[in-house]
């Protein structure tokens, strides 16, 4: 099945920094990749997704580059702020809504004022 | 965007009894919902694929007799802890997605944090 890996663990930055995640998967079916925002106490988020048919997604502050030939993927935040701060989580899964997602160990990001 | 509700959203038990856990989609039908449960300081593990009107696919190692899974409705799946002990306590999480055909996006609950005592 789908291996999901996730670094780094933990991450802290200074306001204003950028912040990179990296993930890579091990399932070369997979063809969905999303990033989740999780606060404490809360339900994931949803960031950002990527599909397989695209390289590079971005959204304001946030972007996720996709190799499908290295099977991994990774999400950049630009311009960081003190709210950024949460573990974020990259997943995997196929193609149709019946698939699981497959998560990553998570990263803690620590934006410092 | 699409909103998936989760009650309680926490929940105290004693040993030894039984604890439900709802999760409604509330403006899509969800054919498929997912439960997952999270330990403090770890990612989610799936524990459970729900399908409606059909039984659960359960991932290996998670006991069917232990979490019991009902998806009788499209907006409505239920999580049922039994006989609960304390190393069942953990933060318990389900999942909607609103299209059975298309890998899109994944709608979360809010969680439910279960105690037992």
């Known amino acids: 099945g789908e291996n999901v890996e996730q670094h780094p663990s933990t991450l802290s930055v200074q306001e204003g920094d950028s912040a990179v995640i990296k993930c890579t998967y091990s399932?070369?079916?997979?063809?969905?990749f999303p990033w989740y925002k999780q606060e404490l106490g809360k339900g994931p988020q949803l960031i950002i997704d990527?599909?397989?048919?695209?390289g590079e997604k971005k959204d304001q502050r946030i972007a996720v580059t996709l190799n499908k030939t290295a099977k991994h993927f990774s999400l950049h935040i630009t311009e960081t702020q003190p709210e950024d701060s949460a573990v974020y989580f990259c997943?995997?899964?196929?193609?149709?809504?019946?698939?699981?997602?497959?998560f990553g160990t998570g990263t803690r990001l620590l934006v410092s004022p | 965007g699409a909103v998936v509700s989760q009650h309680p959203s926490w929940v105290i038990c004693k040993s030894g009894t039984s604890v439900k856990i709802e999760c409604r989609s509330l403006?899509?039908?969800?054919?498929?919902m997912f439960w997952y449960r999270q330990f403090p300081k770890q990612s989610l593990m799936l524990m459970a694929t729900?399908?409606?009107?059909?039984?659960?696919?359960?991932e290996q190692g998670v006991e069917k007799d232990k979490f019991l899974i009902n998806h009788a409705s499209l907006t409505l799946s239920t999580l049922t802890v039994t006989s609960a002990h304390p190393e069942d306590s953990s933060f318990y999480i389900c999942?909607?997605?609103?299209?059975?055909?298309?890998?899109?996006?994944?709608?979360f609950g809010q969680g439910t944090r279960l105690t037992v005592v």
């Open positions: 999942s909607a997605r609103d299209s059975p055909r298309v890998a899109t996006e994944a709608f």
């Open positions: 399932d070369s079916a997979s063809n969905y």
């Open positions: 990527i599909r397989s048919n695209v």
């Open positions: 997943a995997a899964s196929r193609g149709t809504g019946f698939q699981k997602l497959v």
């Open positions: 403006d899509f039908q969800a054919t498929t």
């Open positions: 729900s399908n409606e009107g059909s039984k659960a696919t359960y």
